[in-house]
């Protein structure tokens, strides 16, 4: 075996042809064997194995450096640098992050888990490099849809009049998270049918250097592609075609089921325990409805339809009432400002960490315009994803702030189809919804059919002396303190916001009548937070408040129980910080 022997790239200088092809092997042998067991990332790194021994091989990492581009493709990298195992032995599984990370080995220069950026980041090695009067390589890796991102588009276009090395490795597998889209991948189609011949390059037209290696899984014929060009003295871009999820029959079959994968069963390929998200689910049925009753309606994805449970069946079925336009969120919220502007009834969903990529157009495009588009913000919640790449619970600070958005927090899944079925009939505002975590079920509670009375939160309980806002998937956790202060002889009066972006100022004045402290309780940071806004309300009065949330800071693969104690996010932990504010 030569995989559990490897402790640095240096180690597989010598390899020969053949022992290359049973490393290759042996690398997916160990990650078909860890995804079983623990899930992550799959299509892409069985994909690029030999691209990855192949850059080994030729280059010195970490002397040459290397920038994979979302890190969706770098297990391999972290087999051959130190870290093998994490993907050889279940104790270890848990050892390394499911992307890039210097703060594990030398060979990652950065902590990416974002898509696009890796010719971008290249760019500015590469410019300090020579400023510096150093020599070494500078490589991007990029592929999985990357290149539909703008930012890609943007170091391509900065790449392409820098007179210096850097390599852009173009993994061409013809594929994103789900199909690709664009109308480049037209071009990407005719130079791999051309054999990289093809007039219509998008790279050459950049200013780019141009390379084509057809037999991208072949570690021989890249690695005389790539040693062609180590130590060039100007940009090239080396396109490699290769099989996304190569090496496991039910992931080459399947590419966006086994992009990413829950543990499973080898032989059969069936999950062992099913994660789905009821929400996401929810909204897949509700557009097929819309799409049905309402000619103007539209569901936009960028290149994450499963975040709103539209499979490939269910695209299939939404027709010209959906658009994917790939990994580009910006272009996303921009085009529903257009849909919006003229009378369609746009709704755009993704995860709340990609809507941290909006910003701009949500700002200027939708809301400087009062656009009237809807955007949904799933797992936007410290119980979502994990990695310090992928944090969902900034939105709040984020979105809250921007005039003229209508921000939503719903409480349970009745809400959240109410607050859908208004916001995408109405033509007033543009309005975002929270879309509450999956743990989150049912409420018998009423629900409010109509907002446009902004700002109007709801009582749900009256009580006196203590009245406890709970937002959106937080509520629960306010009933479950209200219980434990109940217990204490204390009967708070429970409130439903509604609004993330605005105060129910008649609401909060009348507390001040038989109130002593306001309690607010949001999944999310506090730093700009929900829980800030009341406290500068009472910032002149007598009202004690108290605000439950995250410190700001950047989190990686914590554990969700322990944060929530860390933060005091348990009925317990509220009820007695509580108690002793009351004295």
């Not at 990492?61 to 130190?82: C, E, N, W």
């Not at 929810?282 to 049905?292: C, N, S």
Request: hydrophobic share 40%; glycine share 8%; net charge negative.
């Amino acid at each position: 075996m030569y995989l559990e022997k490897i402790n640095s790239p240096q180690d597989i200088k010598g390899f020969n042809a053949e022992q290359r092809k049973a490393l290759a092997q042996e690398m997916r042998d160990a990650m078909l064997k860890r995804a079983s067991v623990h899930g992550g990332h799959f299509g892409p790194d069985f994909g690029i194995v030999e691209a990855v021994i192949a850059l080994h091989t030729v280059f010195d990492s970490p002397r040459d450096k290397f920038v994979f581009d979302i890190s969706h493709q770098a297990y391999p990298h972290k087999m051959l640098t130190g870290r093998r195992d994490a993907y050889l032995y279940e104790e270890h599984y848990d050892d390394v992050s499911g992307y890039t990370n210097p703060a594990e080995s030398e060979h990652d220069m950065f902590n990416v888990g974002h898509t696009s950026t890796s010719i971008s980041l290249a760019t500015g090695l590469a410019k300090a490099r020579d400023l510096k009067g150093d020599k070494e390589n500078i490589i991007a890796i990029i592929g999985d849809g990357s290149m539909s991102g703008g930012e890609a588009l943007e170091g391509l276009d900065t790449a392409g009049e820098m007179d210096t090395n850097l390599i852009i490795l173009f993994n061409d597998n013809d594929q994103s998270i789900a199909e690709v889209h664009g109308g480049m991948y037209k071009g990407f189609r005719e130079l791999r049918e051309t054999k990289g011949k093809s007039e219509r390059n998008l790279f050459k037209a950049m200013g780019l250097d141009y390379r084509f290696v057809e037999a991208g899984n072949d570690a021989e014929a890249l690695i005389a592609a790539l040693e062609e060009v180590r130590d060039i003295d100007h940009p090239v871009v080396v396109h490699i075609v290769t099989q996304k999820g190569k090496g496991y029959k039910f992931a080459e079959e399947n590419k966006e089921d086994w992009h990413f994968h829950m543990p499973f069963d080898i032989e059969t390929g069936e999950v062992k325990q099913e994660m789905t998200d009821p929400y996401a689910q929810q909204t897949a049925a509700t557009f097929l409805r819309l799409a049905q009753e309402d000619e103007k309606f539209i569901a936009i994805s960028a290149a994450t339809p499963s975040s709103m449970g539209l499979t490939p069946e269910l695209r299939k079925q939404l027709g010209s009432h959906y658009i994917d336009v790939g990994i580009a969120e910006e272009q996303a919220v921009a085009m529903a400002s257009g849909l919006a502007r003229n009378g369609a009834h746009p709704v755009f969903g993704d995860f709340s960490s990609f809507f941290q990529r909006t910003y701009d157009q949500l700002s200027q495009d939708v809301c400087v315009n009062n656009s009237p588009a809807t955007f949904l913000v799933f797992w936007a919640s410290m119980y979502g994803m994990n990695d310090v790449t992928h944090l969902g619970f900034y939105d709040i600070p984020m979105m809250s702030n921007i005039p003229n958005l209508v921000y939503l927090a719903p409480t349970s899944p009745e809400e959240y189809q109410a607050m859908l079925e208004w916001s995408v009939k109405q033509e007033k505002y543009p309005v975002a919804i929270r879309v509450p975590h999956m743990m989150i079920g049912s409420s018998s509670r009423a629900v409010r059919k109509n907002y446009d009375e902004l700002n109007k939160y709801e009582v749900v309980r009256q009580g006196s002396r203590v009245a406890i806002l709970g937002l959106g998937s937080f509520y629960n956790l306010a009933e479950e303190a209200a219980a434990k202060l109940q217990e204490q002889g204390i009967t708070a009066t429970l409130i439903n916001p509604l609004f993330i972006t605005g105060q129910d100022e008649v609401l909060l004045e009348s507390l001040k009548a038989d109130h002593d402290l306001v309690v607010t309780l949001e999944d999310g940071v506090l730093d700009g937070g929900f829980g800030e806004k009341i406290a500068r309300f009472y910032g002149t009065d007598e009202m004690k408040v108290l605000n439950f949330g995250l410190q700001k800071k950047f989190y990686d693969r914590y554990d969700y129980a322990k944060l929530a104690e860390e933060n005091h996010l348990t009925a317990g932990q509220i009820a007695a910080d509580v108690m002793k504010v009351l004295g």
